[in-house]
């Protein structure tokens, strides 16, 4: 039976901006954006920049940075944030009162003095829930995300919340976020990324 194609027609609630989710349209199979949701942390006409929140990589920050004399125990996950960068880290916390961090939303932050992270860590302090590492990030030139949703490669969700960052249900969280969504997008969420195959 053949597929409705109204169904498929993605029609955004919002426009892209910093703090909105963007959530791959569900047939891609690409492998940093097939079923990626991605936070948004810039957007304007000269381009735009987020993160893939959902894909963790199988290493953690103590990894790539000696850290066993400040946390012996605590092992921090790093998630693959998109393809470009991804020898360098990145951070997106809810402390408010880190140094050098920039506002995403009014309870998201980027970036921030690592050095103070550090001492943060020395002092026992848990930011489990509060951080989130990433290698690499997404990026995208002038002009082509807002080419992408028109192409319907993307779907504009929500402004995100600090709770996006506590989320440890990674492996659902498209399909979370599509259902949220309401209407068409809820049985998405449960469509095979072949739909050939089922």
Excluded at 14 to 27: H, I, N, S, T, V
Excluded at 128 to 157: C, N, P
Aim: with cysteine; hydrophobic share 40%.
């Amino acid at each position: 039976m053949p597929l409705d194609a109204s169904f498929l027609t993605i029609d955004s609630h919002f426009q892209p901006a910093a703090g909105r989710l963007l959530l791959a349209e569900p047939f891609s199979d690409e492998p940093y954006f097939g079923r990626s949701v991605v936070l948004l942390t810039q957007h304007s006409p000269e381009g735009s920049m987020g993160f893939v929140l959902n894909k963790p990589v199988n290493l953690m920050l103590d990894d790539i940075i000696e850290l066993n004399e400040i946390i012996p125990v605590k092992k921090i996950p790093l998630f693959c944030g998109g393809p470009v960068g991804i020898q360098s880290l990145f951070y997106i916390h809810t402390i408010a009162g880190m140094p050098k961090s920039l506002p995403i939303t009014d309870s998201l932050y980027v970036g921030g003095d690592f050095e103070w992270i550090l001492d943060t860590l020395k002092t026992g302090t848990d930011l489990t829930g509060k951080m989130r590492f990433f290698l690499g990030y997404s990026g995208w030139t002038e002009g082509q995300l807002d080419m992408e949703i028109k192409h319907q490669a993307w779907v504009v969700a929500q402004l995100a919340d600090a709770s996006i960052i506590s989320d440890t249900n990674v492996h659902s969280m498209w399909a979370n976020a599509m259902k949220e969504m309401g209407g068409k997008y809820s049985r998405w969420a449960d469509f095979p990324i072949n739909p050939s195959l089922n």
